[in-house]
Nanobody, 119 residues
Framework: QVQLVESGGGLVQAGGSLRLSCAAS????????LGWYRQAPGKQRELVAT???????NYADSVKGRFTISRDNAKNTVDLQMNSLKPEDTAVYYC?????????????WGQGTQVTVSS
């Protein structure tokens, strides 16, 4: 019902910046939360940042002050501006949509985009 496509991943040096984008399509009318998660090799998936349709944002402690999530409800997109990148930020980054409808609640995931930060 909802398709998510990420873009913007790549290779950067420590201290550099990247901007990730996620475009949602399909049944996007009731996407309550759009967010970014990441999974590093050998580690579990973890929350990076989320943005509600009402504008509330939430960040993992490890990225506060460095990452900024922004959501465009009209275009059904969510971006993640990543500054002051560290090697520890290296991971596959996934776009996530949480949707609550009259029929229930659902989670959708993008295919992931690789972010590699070199030292």
């Amino acid at each position: 019902q909802v398709q998510l496509v990420e873009s913007g991943g790549g290779l950067v040096q420590a201290g550099g910046s990247l901007r990730l984008s996620c475009a949602a399509s399909g049944s996007t009318f009731n996407i309550d939360i759009l967010g970014w998660y990441r999974q590093a090799p050998g580690k579990q998936r973890e929350l990076v940042a989320t943005a509600s349709i009402g504008g509330n944002t939430n960040y993992a402690d490890s990225v506060k002050g460095r990452f900024t999530i922004s959501r465009d409800n009209a275009k059904n997109t969510v971006d993640l501006q990543m500054n002051s990148l560290k090697p520890e930020d290296t991971a596959v980054y996934y776009c996530n949509a949480y949707l609550q409808s009259t029929w229930g609640s659902y989670d959708y995931w993008g295919q992931g985009t690789q972010v590699t930060v070199s030292s």
